[in-house]
């Protein structure tokens, strides 16, 4: 009988690794539908008729769920935005009207109200404090507030300051001014743990890059680039970087890429150069991939949203079509397959073992992948 229950226990403990529903508000929300960055949105759209003026008005409504690093905080924001009538394609003169609540895990700490788009969120889970950024186009106030846990506003900042979030409860801030940039570290939305003041003109010019994963980051001013993990310890510097401008991360933040063009036989043929990001060593150059029985030259490289993967485009005028190729970060070949131009992938996000396939928002199909 000990046994039996024991292996019940075990079980239902294992089930629970895999699925986590927790209760915000009325919302049964299952934290397994958080992506990697560790938010969810869904949106639909729908049409109310309104007799006493026979009309109806398009209304779209937003859910999205944005969570602490470590999943224990939550903020529920539930909008509603009115877009106009079907009648007289007016547009509306309307902010959406924003339902936002905080939890602790499945205990509500605050609910509150504002006509205004919810645009991001920052949370540190130290202290709880957060950091909303208000973006509506028919809203007046429209920046970056710093809260405590208990929604008392701090701080503002413009739209026009930058910010990035690093794991470990970090976050930078790049704000700009006449005399120059600065680049400082929150801890929280009231403490700043170091700050950095450079020079901007047209020799020097600042450029920040994340890696998704927000592991790493790189400062490169003027032609000096240094990598830095995120609790600020410096992985490698290059005083003269032989790129004219910064490159950028991959998700993982392994590797660094770099845009580069080279012109042979009088053809310019794009390359991208691939840099390990432990000592900045070049790992590979590529200037063509070799699938369907040839080496074809690709053109605007993307990455593959979660992943070290990259996408490329190559276009068949001719046929009104083109390829689509995923190739690993040193330019191996992964899978191709042919499109219209019309409804030629915009975007990829590989989830667990599948590439999901996008067209601007609308899903064309899902890839399973199997290394």
Known sequence: MKKLILLILLITQTLLCFTQIIKLKEFDFDLSNLNEDNQYHFSKWDTIYYPEYDYHLVYIYRTSVYASENRLLFLFVESTTPLGTVENYLGADAP??????????DSLLWSEFKSCSLDEVYIFEKDSSLIITWNDFWAEENQHIFYDKNLNPLDTLSLDSKIYPLSSDNILIRDDNYSGASLKCMINSSTESWIKHYTLSKKYELNISCSGNRSFYSIQHNDSIKSYNADHELIWGE?????KHSPWFTFSGKYLLYSNYEIIDGTIVPTILIFDNKNCKQL???DSVYYNNSYQVLHSPKQIKYS????FRNPNWDNDGGDLVVTDILGRVILYKTYTLNDFPTSIIKLNDEFDIYHNDDLLEKIKYKP
Do not use: H, N, P, Q
């Open 239 to 243: 005083s003269k970087a032989e790129y």
């Open 96 to 105: 959406a009207d924003t339902r936002y609540s905080y939890f602790y895990k």
């Open 284 to 286: 590979a150059s590529i």
């Open 308 to 311: 070290d993967f990259l996408f």
